[in-house]
Each structure stands twice: as structure tokens, then as C-alpha cells.
């Protein structure tokens, strides 16, 4: 019990001199310009960046890389709670004791005397609860349009828009065979085409969008998954980039096209040998 005790302690401890340090950088007279600057809305990028930094921390199952990376994302969460009390809209404290008893409540199998089962009970009864914390029947928050909309309201457009073809091929809207897939995949990519000889951008953007959709229902289909393979690309080319970038005796940016291509090939073949 002792022990326990001493861990929260040192935890409030902790967290209490990262309040202090957050809101000394805010201070008016004596902190930091840049943090001064920042608003709720221009600190949305880092949250974004700072989270995706957790999750590739994770991936590599480096411990230290992990609490790091965990401790940048925290930060955004006491920056935004300090620029929101700043404002006299709300405080950290608000922040966790608002998410502590929404936990508590949907819990009542933990905390509670509610009998479950299995994993899907308690769902079913996450869904209930939920529903009437908004003042909406179980009906209406279960609706296919709004289940999808949460997707594209709340997670980054890759990732929802895989979750959004696998809601709606659940439902029934979904291709007889793959070959129908990419009928659809020349369909969308001829008219993407169309839009290019266009100047409309909104439209250019549209069909592009049908596009990259129809590609991810291509990756659903043949149980790929768009964000990794995405990843894995984007890795790769910066590890052929740092391998052209040690081959190279001047930088990059000097050389013609025709010899960063040399390069590139050289890169590739380094790579292979790896």
C-alpha cells in the first residue's frame, strides 16, 4: 500500500513541475515568445505530429523512444488545457476529471454491479451508455450515416477512409467480385484524368479523392493495409535518399536529373544488398 502511495506521489509530483513549466512558458512577462504565439487552433499540427511520433515509437518497441514520445504528446495535452485556462473555458483539472468519471460510467461492470459475459457485452453496453450520455436513442447512434461520420470526423483520412469501406461492405454495399473493384478503379481513374484538363481544383480534388477511395477498397479486398504500405514507402524512400545523399560528393540539389537518377538506381541496389 505504502509503495502505491509513493508512485502517485512521485507521478503528481511530476506532473504538477510540467503544469508549473507549461505555464511558466505562457507567462506574460517572463516566458517563451513562441509558446506565447501559439494558439489552440496553430498547436493542432503538433498534436497530430506528436501523436504519430507515439505510434512509430511504439512500432519500433523501443521502450525509451516510447516514454519520450509519450511525454511530447502529454505536453500538447497540458498546452491546450493551459491556453483553454487562459481563456476561462476550462482547466486540466476539468480535463481529468471529466474523462476519470466518463470512464467510471461506462465501466459499470468494473465499478458497478452490471454482470457481463464476453467482449461484446461489454460494447453493447459502452454503445448504451454512450447513446444516453448524448440524449439519443441506441437506434440512431447505431444508423450506418453517423457510424461513418465519427470515421471521417475523427481520424486521419487513410485510416478512416479504410474503416468507412469496411462499415459499409458490412451493410451490403459491396462489389460481387474483385473484378468489380477495379472496374471502378479505371472508372474513377479516367475521370480523374477528365479533371486534369480542367482549371476547377474542387473538382480535380473530388475525383482524386474517388480515386485514392477506390484504391483503399482495392487494399480491403486483397487484405492489404493502406497505411502501412504507405509507411513502408515513405521509409523506404528516405532510406534511398540518405543512401544517394552518401554516395554523392556534392549536395543533391546540384546535380541534374539525369544524374540523381544514377543515384537512385545506385541507392536501390546499395539497399538490396543490405
Known sequence: MNSNLNIYSSVLIALKNLIEVVAQLRDPDKGCPWDL???????????????????????????????????????????????????????????????????????????????????????????????KEKGETLEKTQLLSNKLRRYARSLPPLTSAMKISKKAAASGFEWKNIGGVWEKFDEELAEFKEALTTSDQAHQEAELGDLLFTIINLARWYGLDPDQALRGTNQRFVQRISMMESFAERPLTTYTIEELETLWQQAKSKIREI
Open 37 to 131: 504565439e501559439q494558439t489552440a487552433e496553430s498547436l493542432i499540427p503538433y498534436i497530430v505530429e506528436e501523436a504519430y511520433e507515439v505510434i512509430d515509437a511504439i512500432h519500433s518497441q523501443d521502450q525509451n523512444a516510447i516514454a519520450e514520445e509519450l511525454g511530447d504528446l502529454l505536453l500538447q495535452v497540458v498546452l491546450q488545457a493551459q491556453i483553454a485556462q487562459e481563456n476561462n473555458y476550462f482547466s486540466l483539472e476539468e480535463v481529468t476529471k471529466s474523462i476519470t468519471e466518463k470512464l467510471i460510467r461506462r465501466h459499470p461492470h468494473v465499478f458497478g454491479n452490471v454482470i457481463v459475459n464476453s467482449t461484446e457485452e461489454v460494447h453493447q453496453n459502452w454503445e448504451q451508455i454512450k447513446a
